[in-house]
């Protein structure tokens, strides 16, 4: 699946209760384009700025977590997010921010300025591929045109694609463009659509990816990129065994709720928030440590909505905000 265990071996840090280590952060819901996968593009727009933000924000930075990643919908959309960029970057964290690429190219130079370590972008096909599952006309080159913004500016960039029927047989040819551009993307990330039934790839299809996903593993490895996927991802989901609400929290910047981690946003119930309680006593109360409790488990049932890989990436992305503490340490 991917060079790193879904069983996280991190010895750099082991998590405490109240002390989060990556910190997913959803601005709104506020989106740009219309994706066949996701409704957030149906939902009014936030009249929110920046400063409303900052009090939760700065209640989460206040827990030191190692990473945050700034989510939504579409979060360059926010004017002010450099802002709250550098907030992040000056307590320590590891930032990123995950953009559907349409703003980047104009607004990559100030995120890097800000302290942005990393671009997450979504690519879900190739070319009118990925325009039509996103349906926005020219998305794919505002795309690979802000990669290109985004490194030209000093940072790095994964790649997230939505596994899905209309793009299954775009996965080869996306593997070649984005392992022969000079700078390839640190990692990538293959997500199974989901609540989507029409959009699931037929059984040909699941039959192909089975097949393709260890050599596209095997073939990125050769250029130094992770590929983190599960070669039967549409297989049927069970809730397994999972420490990723030990290290992970999901917050909602409008209201400072908690959530157990990005998987578990909305599909479960709220487990804190960040404006009650004690300095200690936002992540480590009796809802977050019965979350806990059940994932670790295996029989918390929300969890069967999640897959293997996306436990994985967790991980990952923990071992990347520890080696951003390290060279933090070190300079």
Known sequence: MSVISQEDTDEHRSSSVGVPELVYFNLFDDCNVRCNMCECWKRPRSAKSAEDFVEVLD?????????????GGEPLLLRG???LVRRGAESGARVSVIT????????ARRLADAGCTEIVISLDGVGTTH????????LFDKCLAGIDAATTAGMSYGVNTVVQRMGVEDLQTLADLLLSRALPPRWWHLIPVRDHDDLVPTAEQRSHLRRLIPALIDRAAEHGVDVIAEPDMFGEQRPAPCTVPAFTAYVR???????????LAY?????????????????????AEDLRARCAEGTNT???????????M??????????????????
């Open 59 to 71: 209640q989460v930075l206040a827990r030191r977590p190692r990473a945050i990643r700034f989510t």
């Open 81 to 83: 997010l450099p802002d």
């Open 100 to 107: 559907n690429g349409r703003l980047l190219t104009s607004k």
């Open 131 to 138: 325009d039509r599952i996103r349906r926005n006309r020219g």
């Open 253 to 263: 910047a409008d209201s400072g709720e908690v959530y157990g981690c990005n998987m």
């Open 267 to 287: 599909a479960d119930g709220v487990i804190a928030d960040v404006r009650e309680g004690s300095a200690s006593g936002h992540w480590g109360g009796s809802r």
């Open 302 to 312: 929300a969890c069967s909505r999640c897959d293997p890989a996306s436990r994985t």
């Open 314 to 331: 967790n991980h990952f992305l923990r071992h990347l905000a520890a080696d951003h503490a390290l060279e933090g340490a070190s300079r």
